[in-house]
């Protein structure tokens, strides 16, 4: 059955390569990283499959902020342990989390900070004047927002980075094989709708890969692609939500995402509390100092300034910092670029290199002197809180066969969530998805040879249908600038109505006819997935008719828990458009 597959695929003009393994792994980041490492660690034969070169692409490798870490019991204070770590992700989420995933993850996060010692990552830790009485270890520690303690360990703000090369390094000296970058194309199914294998697309080798695997674990990242403006790399195009929503899968919480304040030129970097209790000046495109005209009597600018939490949320003060920032852009009060101004330039530089001083050595690399320039600044994408949903511990998805991890993954976030505890998603379930994998396909649990790719086929032949209409890269552009403006800080449902009537008609035009060549399939077939997963979201984001945390609906202005205290599990319906089914995630117990 294979080869008929090999053989209709050569047929539309692609070359085409077969491979065969234990356990596929696709994605490039942390959560991947870890997994195929582990699963290489049962002794499975493992092929990662990047969309971007190994170590270049992803949230992980590219987070950067001051307080940039992960959130693990153990290493901080003697009071803290998993129990308390469970407690506060609950309280962040409860209702809209699994409260065993989340035990699991409060749990193994410890193991997993151990792994990453023994790999060789170097955790900052205090000099010797500066440790703290009652704490187990001498490592520096950030209390994040929704931390009860200081407990997330990190690397000079460049923690993620960090993680991937010790991560792959171990990989790679294991025998694990890398095929980058190859982006996902399709989860190839039998015909009992089982997972047996991904079709990938080599972007330096133009090949087409069938890739024949005994267990699939995705972690492919979030939808950073999506947005004007964004902290990471733009070729997360949100494909895995995608392909395993098209396949049936379940999603859940997809109306949750992270964004906040961040420098997009000429570098990218989240600017988080640090940075805002300096007291920046902030001025749109005409020289005004604006965050006033946009607080309420009795809230003043260094109030908001000081309470600023990075993401934004609705539960704190500081939330008119963002409202402020996208309202003047919006308004065409921006810069050129799309952004507004911040200034440091009255804060003494001594200030500065105490309270941001990772910011300051970047900054001071990409040729910004905070000290004299004006530094250009938007509200930026950061990550999804929702995603394709595990269903148990080893982050299966509802599609048998197929793992899910990282910011691909829904179940662990919630409209809040502690920080540091991304990092920690990616490295436990990670593992646990790499490991289960590997095993199952030493078992030899898997698929059956007889392949169910028709519709693959069909996709791919309909985006290689003339449309001398379809202007792919003007289509991307335009989806973005519509998600950047509607779906991230003030949304409503004139503004999610308008984006969405977009990202449907992209995906309807390229659904029945992509004008694509050989050439082009790959990037068109990414456009169809860019607006299959704007529409997800999107979708999402009407069907909660209410506001909590960033989730923030000025036309339904209040929290609703009678009628929205809980997630929502999003399929597929036979119309094609989203159905909703309310998932009400037990408390903590």
């Known amino acids: 059955m294979i080869n008929k597959f090999v053989e209709q695929l050569q047929a539309l003009g692609l070359d085409v390569e077969q491979l065969e393994t234990d356990v596929a792994i696709v994605g490039g980041g942390g959560a991947a990283s870890r997994a195929a490492l582990s699963a290489r660690l049962t002794g499975a034969e493992v092929l990662v499959l990047s969309k971007a070169p190994l170590g270049t692409g992803g949230s ?23 129990e308390v770590h469970y407690r506060d992700t609950m ?18 996060a410890p193991k997993r ?29 950030i ?32 025998g694990v094989k890398v095929r980058a970058p190859a982006g996902l194309v399709d989860v190839l199914l039998d015909q009992q709708g089982r997972a047996a294998g991904v079709l990938a697309f080599d972007s330096a080798a133009r090949r087409w890969l069938v890739v024949r695997a005994k267990a699939i674990v995705l972690g492919t990242g979030g939808a950073h692609g999506l947005f004007s403006q964004q902290v990471s790399t733009s070729e997360m195009t949100g494909d895995a939500q995608a392909v395993m929503y098209r396949a049936g899968a379940e999603l859940v919480n997809m109306e949750f995402h992270q964004f906040g304040p961040a420098l997009v030129h000429p570098y ?14 902030l001025t749109n495109g005409q020289g005004h100092e604006f965050l006033a005209d946009y607080l309420p009597e009795g809230v003043t600018e260094a109030e908001v300034m000081d309470e600023k939490v990075f993401p934004f949320t609705v539960s704190n003060v ?6 402020a920032i996208a309202a003047e852009i919006a308004a065409g009060r921006g810069t050129p670029r799309g952004t507004i101004h911040l200034s440091l330039a009255h804060v003494p530089l001594d200030r500065m290199e105490a309270t941001i ?38 982050a299966r998805s509802t599609l048998p066969g197929v793992h899910v991890i990282g910011e691909l993954s829904g179940g662990v976030r919630g409209p809040d969530r502690p920080g540091g505890n991304s990092l920690a998603e990616g490295q436990v379930f990670g593992h646990r998805a790499g490991d289960a994998a590997g095993r199952a396909a030493l078992a030899g649990d898997q698929a059956s040879s007889a392949l169910a790719v028709d519709g693959v086929v069909d ?31 003030e949304k409503n449902e004139a503004g999610l109505t308008e984006a969405l009537a977009l990202a449907k008609r992209i995906e309807t035009d390229v659904t029945e006819a992509g004008g694509a060549t050989p050439d082009t399939l790959s990037s068109i077939l990414t456009l169809q997935n860019m607006a299959t997963t704007a529409s997800l979201i999107l979708e999402a984001c009407l069907a909660r008719k209410e506001t909590r945390s960033g989730h923030l609906r000025t036309d339904y202005p209040d929290k609703d828990d009678a009628h929205y205290g809980h997630a929502f599990v999003q399929t597929r319906g036979e119309d094609g458009r989203s159905r909703f089914s309310p998932l009400a995630y037990p408390a903590a117990d």
């Not at 950067?64 to 204070?77: N, P, Q, R, V």
């Not at 995933?101 to 193994?108: H, M, Q, S, T």
């Not at 060789?120 to 004047?129: E, H, K, Q, T």
């Not at 249908?465 to 600038?481: F, K, M, T």
């Open 113 to 141: 900070i151990a792994d990453l010692i023994e790999y060789g990552v170097a955790f900052d830790r205090l000099s010797a004047d500066k440790q703290v009485a009652g704490r187990s270890t001498d490592y520096k520690l």
């Open 318 to 323: 500081s939330r008119y910092l963002d409202i």
């Open 459 to 489: 996709r791919l032949r309909r985006a290689l249908a003339p449309n001398p209409g379809l202007r792919a890269e003007e289509s991307a552009r335009a989806l973005q600038a519509a998600m950047q403006r509607h779906a991230l800080v």
């Open 357 to 394: 001083p990772n910011t300051m050595r970047w900054m001071k690399a990409n040729g910004v002197d905070p000290t004299t320039d004006l530094m250009d600044v938007g509200i930026a994408f950061q990550c999804l809180n929702g995603g394709v949903r595990m269903v148990d511990a080893d």
């Open 91 to 108: 309280a962040a989420a409860s209702g809209f989390i699994d409260r065993d995933l989340v035990r699991v993850l409060a749990e193994d």
């Open 268 to 281: 990218v970097q989240l600017f988080s509390k640090s940075c805002f209790v300096l007291h920046p000046k």
């Open 60 to 82: 992980t490798v590219h987070g950067a902020s001051e307080i940039m870490s992960m959130g693990a019991s153990g290493y901080g204070d003697v009071a803290d342990g998993p």
């Open 143 to 174: 209390q994040s927002d929704f931390g009860s303690y200081a407990r997330a360990l990190g690397v000079s703000g460049k923690t993620g980075k960090a993680f991937v090369a010790a991560l792959n390094a171990q990989a790679l000296e294991r």
